[in-house]
C-alpha cells in the first residue's frame, strides 16, 4: 500500500519545455487536489477533483492543465514552462469531501 | 468559500501547552474545520478534525465555539519536534479546500 505517489521528486526544465508531474493513489480515494507552495509561502490550490472524469480550477489555474481519466491517477501538465512556475508540487487525495487528506512527498521543480 | 486567519508565527517553549487560533468569520453551515502540520520538505500531515464544541486526540485538541466562527488547536506539552507550520481549513475538498499561509510555531529548548 503505497498511499500517495508522486513522481518525480526532482525536475530541472528550461524555459518553455512542457512536462507532467504524475500522481498515483491506491486508497480509492475520489478527491484529488494539486497544490504548489513557493519557498516561506502556504500551499495554493491550482486543480482538484471530485471523481473520474470531473476536475475543477483552483486559485493558480493559469499555465497548468489536468485530467482524471481514472480514480488512481491526477497528473498535472504544465504547457510552456516559466521561471514563476519554479515551486514545490503536492498531490494530495482524500476519501470523501470532509475525511482527513494524505499528501504526497512533493516534486521539486526547477524552470530555467 | 471560508477565509482563515492565523497568526503568523508563535514561539514557546518544551514543555509548554501551545494554544493556535484561526479565525474564519465566514464559516459555512455545512464546513468542517481541520488542522494539517507541516515540516520542511514535506507535505503536510492531518492533525484534527472539529465540526463543534471540542475534539480530542492523541496529539491534540481542537475547540470550537457555539458560533464556530473561530477554532483553538491545542498542543499540550510540546517538544521540539512540534516546531512546524500549522494550517487551519475551511470547508470541504469538494468545494476547493485551500490553504492560507499558516502559523510558524517555534519550539525552543
Known amino acids: 500500500n503505497a498511499g500517495v505517489t508522486q513522481t518525480p521528486k526532482f525536475q530541472v526544465l528550461k524555459t518553455g519545455q512542457s512536462m507532467t508531474l504524475q500522481c498515483a493513489q491506491d486508497?480509492?480515494?475520489?478527491?484529488m487536489s494539486w497544490y504548489r507552495q513557493d519557498p516561506g509561502m502556504g500551499l495554493r490550490l491550482i486543480h482538484y477533483?471530485?471523481?473520474?472524469?470531473?476536475?475543477d480550477q483552483g486559485e493558480v489555474p493559469n499555465g497548468y492543465n489536468v485530467s482524471r481519466s481514472t480514480t488512481e491517477d491526477f497528473p498535472l501538465r504544465l504547457l510552456s514552462a516559466a521561471p514563476s512556475q519554479t515551486s514545490v508540487y503536492f498531490c494530495?487525495?482524500?476519501?470523501?469531501?470532509?475525511?482527513?487528506?494524505?499528501f504526497g512527498q512533493g516534486t521539486r521543480l526547477t524552470v530555467v | 468559500l471560508a477565509k482563515t486567519t492565523q497568526p503568523i508565527s508563535m514561539d514557546s517553549y518544551e514543555g509548554q501547552e501551545v494554544n493556535i487560533t484561526c479565525s474564519h468569520n465566514?464559516?459555512?453551515?455545512?464546513?468542517?474545520i481541520t488542522w494539517y502540520q507541516q515540516f520542511p520538505s514535506q507535505g503536510p500531515r492531518f492533525i484534527i478534525q472539529g465540526y463543534k464544541t471540542k475534539v480530542t486526540n492523541e496529539v491534540a485538541s481542537l475547540f470550537i465555539p457555539a458560533d464556530r466562527k473561530s477554532s483553538t488547536l491545542s498542543l499540550p506539552r510540546v517538544s521540539l519536534s512540534d516546531t512546524a507550520v500549522y494550517y487551519c481549513l475551511v470547508g470541504d475538498y469538494g468545494n476547493d479546500m485551500r490553504f492560507g499561509a499558516g502559523t510558524r510555531l517555534t519550539v525552543k529548548p
Open positions: 486508497m480509492n480515494h475520489e478527491y
Open positions: 465566514n464559516i459555512a453551515t455545512n464546513d468542517y
Open positions: 477533483s471530485v471523481g473520474a472524469g470531473i476536475t
Open positions: 494530495a487525495t482524500a476519501r470523501t469531501g470532509y475525511s482527513e487528506a494524505f
